[in-house]
């Protein structure tokens, strides 16, 4: 697998990428939600959010990304699928983590920008996701081309 010299390739990761970003958009949306609906604290709400995500960018990769994946069950590839975006939760919790007050503390020096409701912690909060989410999408490509998705040429 050679991103830089094979366009099928090149063309499945952008593709993952695009799904990726819809999923971006199911993660931080549900983190949203659930942090401000549920009053889920967001080390919490960020791992629900993951899980969602990873729901909606199974579904999108199987039927868009690899449509040419079809030779393995869909349990099976379920199952891989989820196990590597756990190895992703792992890797990706303490990013966030470590950098969501670093993030908040940054932004409360901006104060004197009109914020409105978006706050100092939000965007922290936000950023910090956001670094972690590109972090993963990498492992999370490239682990499940080579063993969720190896039946594809």
Known sequence: MNLIKDTKERERFLKF???GAFG????????????????LQPDWAQAVSFTL??????????LWTYPDSRSKPISSQLVSFFLVNLVG???RTP??????????KLFERFSFIPLGII???WLGITFALG????????WNFFINRVWTYNDVD
Not at 26 to 31: E, H, K, Y
Not at 53 to 62: E, H, K, L, Q
């Open 95 to 104: 990013i966030f983590i470590t950098l969501r007050v670093p993030f908040s």
């Open 53 to 62: 995500a990873i729901i909606s960018n199974f579904i999108w990769n199987r």
């Open 89 to 91: 939760l792992l890797i």
């Open 24 to 39: 971006a958009v199911v993660d931080f949306g549900s983190l949203n939600l659930l942090m401000s609906l549920l009053k």
């Open 119 to 121: 706050t100092a912690d």
């Open 17 to 19: 990428a695009v799904v």
């Open 131 to 138: 670094v972690a989410v590109v972090v993963v999408m990498f």
